[in-house]
């Protein structure tokens, strides 16, 4: 049982997926059925390998492929925290997209690319080797093409371009680290503390193999040159961004960057090595080239999308700091940046979807048309900006007395600076869109009856921005992500 | 659940209630907002000291409730003035707040009286802040834009400054202070709470919201940063307190000069809440010694700035007059208390001019009071003058617990009738001019049109330069790839050669240069 169950989360996404695909437009409840009947059990599966990891089980599934390299899926703590974020924000993002969709044509192809993706991500998370690693992290880049292109109109075509060379050209980069690495140390398979210390490899190759690696995970990571396709994929859908801001794709960059820095180096020999100063620096370079980007957006959506490039680079940060207490703030962001990222995601999408408002310059006064909608994208922008009780309190508190306890001020100051103009592009919204008065009409109204949107619609981002307001709020409490992380911590850093 | 947990959520339980009934009848908001706000004073009042910690909330596993004595004077406070304007609210024809950000802003400022351990006063303090802009916004017009974009600027910035000082002293706990992290306190604590220099916005602001904004504004903003400040300073070196002082003296110099050369009440008022504040500056870094001390005398000046809008809701006669006298009486006696305990600290020569920043603050309010219109009897009825007496009564009790702590002397009430007479004199003397010499909330001008300028630079930057940088070097990167631009290029590179008659001579002195070298 414990070598079948990580196989048995990564089938609960990948049959529906493939039933779907072969269901007819109009199977409508069938579909339905499938993707939150998925969900549902993707969760129940994984709420007891938790109980079963916090008491030391180990679930692992291994199966040859060639002498010496196997495909490995193991569960462990880290794993399991990527793994329920994607689960439990595919049930939502899932429930949002049946709302979203509703009508429009292409949904089983749509929901069958949708679970695949999710597979990918779950693959990828519980990965146990660089290996099959590598085969989920092209799976999803092959998986999410079909999704950004959905719309087939010439924008997305050419999103979908870029996308493509992009992630491609990371992949390839990601192949290349691993070939050159196993061609070194014979051996790919993740370990806590890392398997090349004490293997007497030269630095310099060790230095130019860990640029290769984060630089092929840096794509998906979005960071900093090789940022340019998320805000151009922001012509997808919705549902589409919201699974690549908070799901499925930039994390599992962000995810890579983790896994290279802890399980693959090693933490303490990677700061030996002198890689992860440079790797903050370029996160804080990130967060602070992209948050000015962000600024100057009209657009709702690449406003979110630059925000994405800032936020994600938390955790990179958190991760380079190279200390218990950043990490802990990095890799809880890992969650918290999801949930607070997906509730704005699918709130932009109820504003476009309900109002066609696209733009912010168009979001006055569209707090009294739509509350509950603009009252979780309030929530939601707050925490970004790191403002307690929200979530991104936490993280900014732990990553920046993490910098502080291994004497990195500096990078309190790019916090700080962050946070400046977190609220710089976040509270003119709020102002504009609690404050002005409304336009005699908006550009696309659709009229829901007395209801400012669907259920399915608003449902979604106030039950994520719930989650990132109680675990803020209650964030020493047993069984939140804080706690979690922590656990987490505590296994890479254990002497 | 205990009572202190109860008091910032029911706040947010109306608050939700009535965002999801956005439809009520006119007045209904202001009596469930008063019946809300009277909640804090009745257990401020009648309520035993208590402490319940939350081990689980937020950060630091040290967060709790305590109702001790600065919990209880500002609970007063906020609970008071909130219960003040709510019974306005009930009025018919007075413009109403936005009720949900009264009610989160409500909330926040519970959540900062009650709240031990940095972060949690901090999130009050964030929602204090943020929910009196919403109050702020809502306002109907458009002349409070540029004060409160001005605001929340100096409240992101305060933020930050109050986020870093908790991380350093997480991070580096020790005994001793750590000189920068209470610079950016105090420097945070004055950006909050338009304590001079960065009082211009309360000025513009006071001037154009409508009187229930203006009676918060006159006494929540630095309510919020002084009793914030009583909770998370630590105890300070007397360098500190002295610097402190001499800009306190400082700001209340600037803001006497400005109030005086003001015309409307409203404006005045601003300065003369400047001038309170450069007092309560003065005696902030006593927070760590003697928090308790500090916490009633601060009630008695707030709660007697928030009486000034209000006044103009009495008519002529000796209620009004007997409001003036007391509300002048306390905030002098008040500040004139403060002064002295700040005094006792600080070398002889600052020991004598502190009480001079105190005899200013009640030299301007008197001149507040004095420029405040006189209802007339028809427009406004009794009950809705008697509003008035609830901050006035929370002043006096807060002047009458600070003297029963501290017996007054000589040296903490001889600013009051001083500064109450120079007020007097001063209006009597100044001209009636019909527009002020100083316009309100100057101060803060020529950093607006820098930071704008700065704005500007870098939206043309990215939006323009940086593009056009990046599409130039991406078309050079992709030309280094193109082999037939390249043989192109060579090929017009060599027709260029061949055409140029200097390329000969060129050769020439090459080929000469070098038979030169070879023979040396």
Redesign the interface.
């Known amino acids: 049982m414990n070598a079948w169950l990580p196989l048995m989360v990564l089938a609960s996404s990948l049959v529906p997926g493939m039933i779907i695909f072969m269901l007819p437009e109009k199977a409508v409840a069938l579909r339905t059925t499938l993707n939150l009947g998925g969900a549902v059990l993707k969760i129940v599966l994984l709420v007891l390998m938790m109980i079963g990891v916090f008491h030391g089980v180990e679930y692992e599934f291994r199966l040859p492929l060639v002498p010496g390299l196997d495909f490995v899926l193991h569960a462990d703590a880290l794993s399991l925290m990527f793994v329920n974020l994607s689960a439990v924000l595919w049930l939502a993002t899932t429930v949002y997209a049946i709302g979203y969709l509703e009508g429009s044509p292409h949904r089983s192809r749509f929901f069958g690319y949708f679970s695949l993706c999710v597979t990918a991500t779950v693959g990828l998370a519980m990965a146990g080797n660089l290996l099959t690693f590598l085969v989920f992290y092209e799976a999803l880049t092959l998986t999410t093409y079909p999704l950004v292109v959905h719309r087939g109109t010439e924008a997305a075509r050419k999103a979908g371009r870029s996308y493509l060379a992009h992630t491609l050209f990371g992949g390839v980069l990601l192949l290349a680290g691993t070939v050159w690495l196993y061609s070194l140390t014979g051996t790919l398979e993740f370990v806590d503390r890392g398997f090349i210390a004490g293997r007497g490899i030269d630095p310099d190759v060790l230095r130019m193999i860990f640029a290769v690696l984060i630089l092929g995970v840096g794509v998906k990571a979005a960071i900093l040159p090789l940022h340019g396709w998320l805000p151009q994929a922001m012509v997808a859908p919705a549902p589409v961004s919201a699974l690549l801001h908070a799901v499925a794709v930039v994390k599992a960059g962000a995810f890579g960057i983790v896994r290279i820095v802890f399980d693959v180096f090693g933490v303490e020999f990677a700061a030996s090595l002198g890689v992860t100063l440079p790797l903050a620096i370029l996160a804080a370079v990130t967060i602070i080239y992209a948050s000015?980007?962000a600024?100057?957006q009209d657009d709702l959506k690449r406003r979110l999308a630059f925000s994405t490039v800032s936020q994600v680079s938390y955790i990179t940060l958190g991760v380079a700091i190279a200390g218990p207490i950043a990490t802990i703030g990095g890799l809880v962001h890992l969650v918290h940046q999801g949930f607070m990222k997906i509730t704005l995601f699918f709130c932009a999408g109820n504003f476009a979807e309900t109002l066609g408002v696209h733009k912010v310059s168009e979001m006055r006064g569209i707090g009294r048309r739509m509350?509950?909608t603009m009252?979780a994208f309030t929530l939601a922008a707050?925490g970004m900006i790191?403002?307690?009780?929200m979530v991104g309190?936490?993280s900014?508190?732990?990553l920046?007395?993490g910098a502080?306890?291994v004497g990195q001020d500096w990078a309190?100051l790019v916090l700080?600076g962050s946070?400046?103009l977190n609220?710089?592009y976040f509270?003119p919204i709020l102002?504009t869109a609690?404050?002005d008065p409304p336009p005699e009409s908006w550009p696309e109204e659709r009229s829901f009856g007395r209801k400012e949107t669907a259920w399915a619609l608003l449902i979604p981002p106030v039950m994520t921005v719930a989650a990132t307001l109680s675990w803020?709020?209650?964030?020493?409490?047993p069984g939140t992500p804080l706690d979690w992380v922590q656990f987490i911590a505590a296994r890479k850093y254990a002497p | 659940m205990s009572l202190l947990l109860a008091l910032p959520l029911l706040p947010l339980a109306a608050a939700l209630w009535f965002?999801a009934r956005?439809v009520r009848a006119p007045s209904t908001a202001g009596w469930i907002v008063a019946l809300v706000a009277a909640f804090p004073v009745m257990v401020a009042t009648l309520m035993a000291p208590d402490r319940i910690a939350l081990?689980?909330?937020?950060?630091m596993?040290d967060a709790a409730l305590v109702l001790d004595p600065v919990a209880r004077a500002a609970l007063l406070l906020f609970g008071g003035l909130w219960l003040a304007i709510a019974l306005l609210l009930t009025r018919p024809g007075v413009s109403d707040p936005p009720v949900v950000a009264l009610l989160v802003a409500l909330s926040g400022t519970i959540a900062l009286s009650l709240a031990e351990g940095g972060?949690?006063v901090?999130?009050g303090m964030?929602a204090a802040g943020?929910g009196l802009y919403?109050v702020m916004?809502?306002e109907r017009g458009a002349g409070w834009r540029s004060a409160g974009s001005a605001w929340?600027v100096l409240l992101?910035?305060s933020?930050?400054l109050v986020?870093?000082v908790l991380?350093?002293s997480?991070?580096?706990p020790t005994t001793d202070p750590y000189l920068p992290a209470l610079v950016m306190a105090l420097l945070a604590l004055v950006l909050r709470g338009a304590i001079p220099p960065a009082h211009g916005w309360l000025a513009a602001a006071l001037g154009t919201v409508s009187r229930p904004t203006a009676v918060l504004l006159a006494a929540v903003p630095l309510g919020a940063a002084v009793f914030g400040g009583l909770k998370i300073l630590p105890p300070t070196p007397p360098t500190i307190v002295l610097w402190c002082s001499l800009l306190g003296l400082g700001g209340a110099a600037w803001a006497t000069f400005a109030g005086l050369a003001q015309v409307e009440a409203r404006t005045t008022l601003a300065y003369a809440v400047a001038g309170t504040g450069a007092l309560l500056l003065a005696a902030l870094p006593l927070a760590g010694t003697a928090a308790e001390m500090l916490a009633w005398p601060s009630l008695a000046l707030l709660a007697s700035c928030a009486v000034i809008p209000l006044l103009a809701l009495q008519p002529a006669g000796r209620s009004r007059d007997f409001t003036v006298v007391v509300v002048l009486l306390v905030h002098g006696f008040a500040g004139g208390h403060t002064a002295a305990r700040v005094a006792a600290t600080l070398p002889p020569a600052a020991a004598l001019l502190l009480p001079f920043a105190a005899v200013a603050a009640t030299l301007l309010l008197t001149l507040a009071a004095r420029r405040t219109a006189v209802a007339t009897p028809e427009a406004e009825s009794p009950d809705w003058s008697r509003v008035a007496m609830i901050p006035l009564v929370l002043a006096a009790a807060g002047l009458l617990l600070a003297w029963l702590g501290d017996p007054p002397g000589f040296a903490s009430t001889w600013a009051a009738p001083v500064g109450i007479t120079f007020g007097l004199v001063a209006f009597r003397l100044l001209p009636g001019r019909t527009r002020p010499e100083v316009a309100p909330g100057d101060l803060l001008g020529p950093v607006q049109r820098l930071v704008s300028l700065m704005l500007r630079r870098?939206?043309i930057l990215?939006?323009r330069d940086l593009a056009r940088l990046r599409d130039r070097t991406s078309a050079w990167l992709r030309g280094c790839w193109d082999g037939q631009a390249w043989s192109r290029r060579i090929q017009r590179l060599d027709v260029v050669l061949r055409a140029w008659p200097a390329t000969s001579l060129l050769m020439l002195l090459v080929a000469m240069s070098a038979a030169f070298l070879l023979a040396k």
């Open positions: 000015t980007r600024l100057f509350p509950w009252g707050f790191g403002a307690p009780p309190f936490i900014k508190w732990y920046g007395l502080l306890e309190v700080a946070s400046l609220a710089a509270l102002r609690w404050f803020g709020l209650f964030a020493s409490m | 965002a956005p081990p689980d909330l937020l950060v596993r972060p949690m901090y999130a964030l943020y919403a916004a809502g929340v992101v910035v933020d930050l986020f870093e991380l350093s997480t991070a580096h870098t939206r990215c939006r």
